[in-house]
């Protein structure tokens, strides 16, 4: 299952991408400009960024599309024109068709995308009728925009009561009630983590998996985030106080880190054989 792509991180401090850079320089807030390009305006997006506007013409460009996936939840395919992904300089100067996404499910922000993929699995999406929204953001954390209005695609996806997977484009035909990631198969190692005041419990250590197990992760925050599991491209949202959980097979040799976007903590680090 496909997701924004990150680089590996070299520890905490370094968060999500793997260096210092890929997150917004001391001293500078979101919405400050390091770049010339464009206009940065005084109007939001509705997410709070402040818009940076271009010319129609040449303009970045994005479209978004689902589909169920084999086995749990929906795959996302963002569609791009004039406009490439940069997580190493995320953080610096706006530069022309370049940055990252913002996925948004009624609303509210699910990720920060690096990549044209994203898995969303079927537990954060409630039976009925939802907007997915993905928004394009330079460098330096503004918003993409064309008429004062921000660069983003959008898609209604319909999670029926039936398992995803059984029918295109997000919409299924109601049976079933739709099952949790951890009912695709029993989970060979179950890991339980508590995020709070920004310390993890237990202390990050390393997990040891043998090649085709299964995991499941339960994560507790007590802020909304974001879970990211590198090398595997499986992310999952984390509401605030409440116990989350992502199950993955280990079919990946190697040592992969799992970490928060927002508060950029490793939690455990996967060493599988």
Request: charged share 20%; net charge negative.
């Amino acid at each position: 299952m496909l997701t924004a792509a990150l680089l590996l991180v070299g520890g905490a401090a370094a968060g999500c991408g793997g260096r210092a850079t890929t997150h917004h320089k001391p001293g500078t807030s979101h919405e400050q400009a390091t770049g010339s390009v464009g206009t940065l305006l005084d109007a939001q997006d509705p997410a709070g960024h402040r818009l940076r506007e271009v010319p129609a013409e040449g303009a970045p460009q994005v479209q978004l599309a689902a589909r169920p996936d084999s086995e749990d939840g929906w795959n996302l395919q963002l569609t791009v024109k004039n406009f490439r992904f940069t997580p190493d300089s995320t953080g610096g100067a706006a530069l022309p068709g370049a940055g990252h996404a913002h996925l948004e499910l009624d609303g509210r922000k699910l990720a920060r995308l690096y990549g044209p993929w994203f898995h969303l699995p079927a537990a954060q999406a409630s039976e009925g009728a939802h907007t997915l929204t993905v928004r394009l953001y330079a460098d330096d954390h503004t918003a993409w925009a064309v008429a004062g209005k921000a660069i983003e695609g959008t898609f209604e996806l319909t999670a029926g009561a039936a398992t995803p997977g059984q029918a295109g484009h997000g919409h299924t035909p109601p049976s079933a009630p739709p099952s949790p990631p951890s009912s695709q198969g029993p989970a060979d190692r179950t890991v339980t983590i508590a995020v709070r005041d920004g310390k993890v419990t237990p202390p990050p250590g390393r997990t040891e998996l043998r090649r085709g197990e299964r995991l499941a992760l339960r994560v507790t925050s007590d802020r909304a985030d974001t879970l990211h599991v590198h090398g595997y491209d499986k992310e999952l949202a984390l509401p605030a106080g409440q116990e989350a959980t992502l199950v993955l097979t280990a079919d990946r040799t190697g040592l992969f880190e799992v970490e928060t976007h927002e508060s950029r903590l490793v939690l455990t680090q996967l060493l599988v054989r």
